[in-house]
């Protein structure tokens, strides 16, 4: 599934509860963000070359280390 935020338009503005829901996400996003952009200053997604599962437990493992990292 994927979320999406509301749009307006001209002749319909958002209410206060549709930019409630696009700030919650706009802020999950940025944190997926964040995410991949401390991936990609690892590099270690450029040298990956093993099979789909395997990258999911890495992907799993770095993340776990950066959360820690995040929360020291």
Same mark, same amino acid.
Request: aromatic share 6%.
């Given at each position: 599934m994927v979320i999406t935020g509301y749009r307006s338009t001209k002749k319909r503005k958002l209410t206060s509860g549709q930019k409630t829901a696009n700030k919650v996400i706009s802020a999950a996003r940025a944190l997926v963000e964040?995410?991949?952009?401390? /991936?990609?200053?690892?590099? @270690? &997604? %450029?040298? #990956?070359?093993?099979?789909?599962?395997?990258?999911?437990?890495? /992907?799993?493992?770095?993340? @776990? &280390? %950066?959360? #820690?990292?995040?929360?020291?």
């Open positions: 964040h995410g991949f952009a401390h /991936l990609k200053t690892w590099r @270690v &997604l %450029t040298k #990956l070359r093993t099979d789909p599962a395997r990258a999911t437990n890495l /992907l799993r493992a770095l993340l @776990v &280390l %950066t959360n #820690l990292e995040v929360n020291r």
